[in-house]
């Protein structure tokens, strides 16, 4: 009943919040005097932030109409090109001439976490010069009827094949964050089924390969709660009357719960920070911070399913790195891997997944060469730098167009049906 509440609380909060926003308009009308007075401001900006910090933000639109390739402004179209029920795959066609050699195509899989995938916006922008994008929009679990069945961790394996089937030959695939588990279990079972669609290459960022390796905070709640903790406490089902009313999800507020009480005194400085600004009549900050926090704080469900398969695999068992994991009853055996050229990106601040967590990959990819090995540590930078701002465009993003270039299918070893070594325990 939880859940019920919460939207309980919504409802009840809704003439307040009308009521707010028609005091923030009225104090921000440029025919009231009050306006232009430090009172007039202040309570102005009392109202927009009750208004804020009690409603419910919608999906963001990535809104990235126009890129720049070869020196020259071009426009992008983003378009729909694969779709399930729970996921669309989403490209960013770029109007380049059609006789230009064509840039590698890369598959951005975006973390299925609590946020939506605009939470990778700049990392799309800081990718569309270099190549021809694709990104997994994953679908709010809410919104998703019984009807159209479950989604667990093997269905969103199944998903990452299907797409890389979709996209052909020679496709790049990079993993934010969670996605590198499933990511590198669909490269795993393609190479050792000899599927021609493998990747040319795998890129990692901030991943949680293997948590037993400096684990943070959100490691250890897992493996002290145990499966059973998350099953009993934050699994509920989704109210009436959205279209997924009766299926078990793991809330997006209760995940956006958990990532701000791990730093909620920025949080809350953040928000004194803004007020002033709206004081100070400062809007180019104020608008920053609405921006930053329209998209932060727009989260969507995960399927109950999907939450504790993964939660179990990845945080309590270890069943990646131990040898352990399965999908669908077949051995995920990292060492079948060969043809696909793998580079991990880590964080040296990062408080999610802690440094050696996503490099642990090379360990277990023990039969790629030596040559198509890579991994970086960017200095001074916590998770979200890992993917976004402005160490990430100057710093890593030269670095994956570099790794993600020079191993093209033309570079590709044969496939080799027999393995040599296989990964250490």
């Known amino acids: 009943m939880f859940y019920q509440f919460y939207e309980l609380n919504h409802a009840a909060l809704q003439p307040a919040r009308l009521y707010a926003d028609a005091v923030r308009m009225l104090y921000t009308n440029p025919l009231n005097p009050l306006t232009h007075t430090s009172w007039g401001r202040s309570v102005a900006a009392t109202a927009e932030l009750f208004e804020r910090t009690t409603r419910r933000y919608s999906k963001p639109q990535f809104g990235l109409t126009k890129t720049v390739v070869d020196w020259k402004s071009v426009d992008v179209t983003e378009k729909t090109v694969w779709s399930r029920p729970f996921c669309n795959l989403l490209r960013f066609e770029r109007a ?3 006789d230009r050699r064509p840039d590698p195509k890369l598959l951005i899989v975006a973390p299925m976490s609590g946020h939506y995938a605009t939470l990778l916006r700049g990392t799309v922008e800081a990718m569309l010069p270099h190549a021809d994008v694709h990104i997994t929009d994953w679908v709010d679990a809410r919104m998703v009827p019984l009807s159209d069945g479950s989604f667990d961790l093997d269905d969103y394996i199944d998903y990452i094949v299907d797409m890389l089937h979709a996209l052909g030959p020679d496709t790049h695939v990079m993993a934010v964050c969670q996605p590198s588990v499933p990511v590198l279990a669909a490269v795993a079972l393609m190479e050792t089924r000899g599927d021609p669609f493998v990747p040319s290459t795998m890129t990692l960022m901030g991943g949680p390969i293997d948590t037993r390796r400096n684990p943070t905070a959100v490691n250890l709640l897992a493996e002290e709660k145990g499966i059973d903790w998350f099953r009993d406490n934050v699994v509920m089902q989704a109210p009436w009357p ?14 956006l719960s958990g990532f701000m009480s791990m730093n909620l005194d920025r949080h809350i400085i ?22 930053f926090y329209d998209e932060y704080m727009a989260v969507m469900d995960l399927t109950a399913e999907f939450y504790l398969q993964t939660v179990d695999t990845v945080f309590v068992r270890h069943a990646l790195p131990k040898g ?9 055996d990292p060492s079948a891997i060969r043809n696909v050229a793998l580079f991990t990106v880590e964080g040296e601040n990062d408080d999610i997944s802690g440094l050696g967590q996503t490099q642990a990959a090379h360990d277990l990819c023990v039969n790629i060469p030596a040559d198509r090995h890579a991994h970086y540590m960017q200095p001074a930078v916590g998770h979200y730098g890992v993917f976004n701002g402005s160490r990430f465009r100057s710093e890593i993003v030269p670095r994956i167009v570099d790794f993600i270039t020079s191993y093209g299918r033309q570079t590709r070893v044969a496939v080799k049906p027999k393995l040599v070594r296989t990964a250490k325990k």
């Open 96 to 98: 380049v001439p059609a």
């Open 242 to 255: 959205v279209p997924g009313f009766g299926r078990d999800v793991y809330p997006g507020f209760l995940q």
């Open 270 to 291: 953040a928000h004194k920070d803004f007020f002033m600004h709206l004081v100070k009549h400062d809007g180019d900050n104020a608008e920053k911070h609405r921006d």
């Open 324 to 332: 352990e994991m399965t999908h669908r009853g077949v051995a995920v």
